[in-house]
């Protein structure tokens, strides 16, 4: 099997001292290699390609064949990085929390330690409220896309 370390390096090396940033990595048992970037400013084809280009020249496919496919971590994925909310600040997103509770709103504020969402009233006259969350509280964070 791959070696999960091996590649986290090769990674973390290939991303330092840019505005990209690693969010996940899956091994699978059939050395399928699934990972997933983002970056402050987007993640373009250019840096996906660049990325598998230097995982792949790390490992040897005549001791250890395996598929590798990098990622940009979508918008329809759920955000697990700090930094990821403080990228969508001033989008749409739904959070939930550990007890289940649905928070569905704009993001106005992120840091390492909560989040803020308003969230817009049900009827036109009822004020805009804003719900602090503990960052430690969440459970999942999707950004919210209209059309």
């Known amino acids: ?5 091996i590649v986290l390096k090769v990674i973390e090396d290939e991303l330092e001292g840019s505005d990209l ?3 996940d990595l899956k091994i699978g048992k059939d050395n399928k290699i699934s990972v997933f970037i983002d970056g402050d400013n987007g993640v373009t084809i250019k ?5 598998s280009r ?15 496919s990098v990622f940009s971590a979508g918008v329809g994925e759920a955000l697990k990085l700090v930094r990821q ?3 969508n600040i001033g989008r749409n997103i739904s959070i939930t929390t550990l007890d289940d509770k649905k928070v ?4 106005v504020f ?6 803020i969402v308003r969230q817009t009233p ?5 004020n805009l409220v804003e719900t602090e969350i503990a960052f430690t509280n969440v459970k999942e964070g999707k950004i919210i896309i209209i059309f």
């Open 1 to 5: 099997m791959i070696d999960k370390e």
């Open 21 to 23: 940033f690693f969010v």
């Open 47 to 51: 840096n996906c390609i660049d990325l």
């Open 54 to 68: 230097k995982i792949e020249g790390n490992l040897d496919r005549e001791v250890e064949d395996f598929e590798l």
């Open 85 to 87: 909310y403080i990228k």
């Open 104 to 107: 569905e709103g704009e993001l």
């Open 110 to 115: 992120a840091d390492e330690n909560k989040l």
């Open 122 to 126: 049900k009827r036109k006259k009822d």
